[in-house]
């Protein structure tokens, strides 16, 4: 079956350190995958989307990597900020139920301690 | 600005009663969207359109109804047949279908009391 990971557990680091999340998938074959920041009771927030022929993708503190044979995305925040507390979603496009659509998983929430 | 709004930011529904949760943009995207979101679970597609007067069913479409008779406004009516009803919806758009990213509002809470 298809299926989008991400670790339903909390990951709680301390602010300087880099964060790292994961984003796995089973059966699809995307052309791409994004990433997006809930905050609580608000709508997600586009970050970075990276293609298939990228490995790696950078804006300012966040790297996203992209590993086709690993079928994985790993989301880095370095030098984390109490500010970057929040849920970050992984989404990818497949085509499921007959048509082409962005796929999301759960999220992550993530929660930088001063 | 350009963006998303969505109304009302809370609603409470009895049971048996349809309500209708407001969607408009103002970025002139041809796409929108509609995903409802539970605790644990990813974001589900519940109806998207392309383009104006046109809409498709997405993966829980049941229980639920669409119009997009402007370009601006895609608004969702939760039908008293949608069985479990309370949750967060979302609405988004983007410049075309099943390209690039998605802008969100800031969801409507539903609680059917």
């Known amino acids: 079956s298809q299926k989008i990971e991400q670790n339903s557990e909390a990951l709680n680091i301390q602010e300087g350190k880099t964060a790292t999340l994961t984003c796995n998938y089973t059966n699809y074959s995307p052309a791409y995958l994004q990433w997006y920041r809930q905050d609580p009771g608000r709508g997600p927030v586009f970050l970075l989307l990276?293609?298939?022929?990228?490995k790696e993708k950078r804006k300012e503190r966040l790297k996203v990597t992209f590993d086709t044979t690993l079928k994985q995305s790993l989301f880095h925040i370095t030098a984390s900020q109490p500010a970057d507390s929040a849920t970050y979603l992984c989404?990818?496009?497949?085509?499921?139920?007959?048509?082409?659509?962005?796929?999301f998983g759960a999220g992550t929430r993530l929660a930088v301690h001063p | 600005d350009g963006g998303i709004t969505q109304s009302p930011k809370y609603l409470f529904r009895k049971e048996g009663q349809n309500v209708t949760l407001s969607c408009e943009q103002n970025?002139?995207?041809?796409?929108m969207y509609w995903y409802r979101q539970d605790p644990g679970q990813g974001l589900r597609l519940i109806y998207y359109s392309q383009i104006v007067n046109d809409f498709q069913k997405g993966d829980i479409a049941e229980g639920y109804s669409v119009s997009r008779e402007k370009k601006e406004s895609f608004p969702l009516t939760v039908t008293s047949a949608q069985k479990n009803p309370t949750a967060f919806y979302l609405c988004?758009?983007?410049?075309?279908?099943?390209?690039?990213?998605?802008?969100f509002g800031e969801g409507s809470r539903l609680t059917v009391l």
């Open positions: 989404a990818l496009d497949g085509f499921s139920g007959g048509y082409n659509k962005l796929i």
């Open positions: 970025l002139n995207h041809d796409a």
């Open positions: 990276i293609r298939e022929n990228e």
């Open positions: 988004a758009s983007s410049r075309a279908h099943d390209t690039g990213e998605l802008f």
